[in-house]
């Protein structure tokens, strides 16, 4: 890691994609917090135009920073989509230099937009891992996990309906087997009840009892 003054409101620190910039201090937003430097490329000299790396920087259709020296600090400075900082490019002066654009807290990653080209090459390819896109990427997961357990609960939601249904359609066949149990039972009664015969036997009972007393007190009487 290279040595940084510790006047220096920043470190190069470990950060989720491999190296950052962090904050040791508090920076105010509108401060300049580092150059980003290097050689100056023109694109008009074969031998510049053909230098290829990941840190060049477009100041404008001439000339190009190439930042990959191990003194440009701001190389260790990550993309973010929604960064905390931004590239004040002053293509007549030939610099640039990167501003916080938020108050930045001691501990807190610099980011600052690359840019769409940059975004287009070298991240879409990979995936964004600034937070903005993990954040997005994170809510999606739930989204997608949320759905998931969605729709099993409405599977569970059928099956146990269609269980439901057929134990209903299973009791109603056993319903009915009784009903006609107690049918033939209450047609037997009611065939008992209305053929003359068993009729005639209950009548005969009753009026056997009510017939007895009548004998016993004629008895007692006699
Ligand atoms: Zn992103």
Same mark, same amino acid.
């Given at each position: 890691?290279?040595?940084?003054?510790?006047?220096?409101?920043? *470190?190069?620190?470990? +950060?989720?994609?491999? %190296?950052?910039?962090?904050?040791?201090?508090?920076?105010?937003?509108?401060?300049?917090?580092?150059?980003?430097?290097?050689?100056?490329? $023109?694109?008009?000299? !074969?031998?510049? $135009?053909?230098?290829?790396?990941?840190?060049?920087?477009?100041?404008?259709?001439?000339?190009?920073? @190439?930042?990959?020296?191990?003194?440009?600090?701001?190389?260790?400075?990550?993309?973010?989509?929604?960064?905390?900082?931004?590239?004040?490019? #002053?293509?007549? /002066?030939?610099?640039?230099? =990167? *501003?916080?654009?938020?108050?930045?807290?001691?501990?807190?990653? =610099?980011?600052? @937009?690359?840019?769409? $080209?940059?975004?287009?090459?070298?991240? &879409?390819?990979?995936?964004?891992?600034?937070?903005?896109?993990?954040?997005? *990427? /994170?809510?999606?997961?739930?989204?997608?996990?949320?759905? #998931?357990?969605?729709?099993?609960?409405?599977?569970?939601?059928?099956?146990?309906? !269609?269980?439901?249904? %057929?134990?209903?359609?299973?009791?109603?066949?056993?319903?009915?087997?009784?009903? &006609?149990?107690?049918?033939?039972?209450?047609?037997?009664?009611?065939?008992?009840?209305?053929?003359?015969?068993?009729?005639?036997?209950? =009548?005969?009972?009753?009026?056997?009892? +009510?017939?007895?007393?009548?004998?016993?007190? +004629?008895?007692?009487?006699?």
């Amino acid at each position: 890691m290279p040595a940084i003054s510790s006047k220096k409101p920043y *470190r190069v620190g470990r +950060s989720s994609t491999g %190296l950052g910039l962090f904050a040791t201090k508090p920076i105010k937003k509108g401060t300049k917090i580092v150059r980003y430097f290097g050689p100056l490329l $023109d694109c008009k000299k !074969k031998k510049d $135009d053909a230098v290829e790396n990941k840190y060049l920087f477009e100041l404008n259709n001439r000339w190009t920073i @190439d930042g990959s020296v191990r003194e440009n600090i701001a190389r260790y400075i990550n993309h973010a989509c929604k960064p905390n900082a931004e590239s004040d490019v #002053r293509p007549r /002066k030939r610099k640039v230099f =990167i *501003r916080a654009i938020k108050n930045i807290e001691p501990g807190e990653e =610099i980011n600052y @937009d690359y840019g769409t $080209d940059y975004f287009k090459a070298y991240l &879409k390819p990979i995936g964004c891992k600034c937070a903005a896109c993990e954040k997005k *990427r /994170k809510k999606k997961r739930a989204e997608a996990r949320a759905e #998931r357990l969605r729709l099993k609960a409405k599977a569970e939601r059928k099956a146990l309906r !269609k269980a439901e249904k %057929l134990a209903a359609k299973a009791g109603k066949q056993h319903g009915l087997n009784g009903a &006609k149990a107690n049918g033939v039972k209450l047609n037997g009664k009611h065939l008992n009840g209305h053929g003359g015969k068993s009729a005639g036997k209950i =009548i005969a009972v009753k009026s056997g009892i +009510s017939v007895r007393p009548k004998s016993r007190e +004629s008895r007692a009487s006699a």
